[in-house]
């Protein structure tokens, strides 16, 4: 993965923005606003590869035990099938959980590259921190040392809405905000639940008619 420094020297160099006059006289003598907005950038993205290693692993285990399923049910093993298939379903949740995370990590790096280019700090990064702050309480309760680097995040963040409130001497309603966050992660929730039905088979429940011949 890149390091910080390359996403500064990506973002920095020739960026036209339609910013107000303060902010462009602010982005023009000075790098403090663009530059935390890329190390959040940076940040946000390592957090998305973190969860992308964590939903291989889980796919992984899950297939294993996926197969145990299978093999307990051929040998008509009720009980043992059970067992797996509750482990499964434990794993599909928390997978579920962590597509549901990073797709809304996604969302706001996406909004994030958009401010940069775009210029409209004050308007834009606001929202982010709403959904930053939501998925922290989401994250901290199944992989804490997310949670912990979205809180960093989020304070950085809101460090950038302060500054540029106070250069244009206005504040979006919070309440707004609120809305659009809820927003994106009920539809990283949907699309979650769509790729999970997609990407992991459904436990079965009867051995199939041609395996049990096979077995006879």
């Given amino acids: ?7 500064v020297k990506a973002w920095l160099p020739n960026n036209k923005s ?22 959040a950038l940076y940040k946000l993205k390592t957090q998305t590869s973190k969860l992308d290693y964590m939903i291989a692993k889980m796919k992984e285990r899950d297939a294993q035990l996926f197969e ?10 009720s009980a043992r099938a059970a067992m797996y298939a509750a482990e499964v379903a434990e794993i599909r949740k928390l997978v579920k959980a ?8 996604e969302r ?19 929202p982010v921190v709403s959904v930053i702050k939501d998925l922290r309480k989401y994250l901290l309760g199944i992989v804490p040392e997310i949670g912990l680097e979205l809180t960093e995040i989020g304070e950085l963040l809101e ?34 639940e769509q790729r999970l039905k997609a990407e992991f088979p459904e436990l079965p429940t009867t051995v199939p008619s041609g395996e049990k011949q096979a077995q006879k």
């Fill in 1 to 7: 993965m890149p390091g910080v420094e390359t996403f």
């Fill in 18 to 39: 339609s910013l107000t006059e303060k902010l462009k006289d602010k982005f023009a003598t000075q790098q403090p606003i663009k530059y935390k907005l890329t190390i």
């Fill in 68 to 77: 145990k399923v299978v093999q307990a049910q051929m040998e008509k093993d």
């Fill in 98 to 105: 962590l597509m549901t995370a990073r797709l809304a990590l």
């Fill in 108 to 126: 706001v790096a996406l909004r994030l590259e958009t401010i940069m280019a775009m210029g409209d700090a004050l308007v834009g990064i606001a």
């Fill in 159 to 192: 460090g950038i809405v302060t500054e540029t409130g106070e250069l244009s001497g206005a504040f979006p309603a919070p309440t707004v905000h609120s809305e659009e966050a809820k927003k994106i992660l009920e539809e990283a929730a949907a699309i979650a």
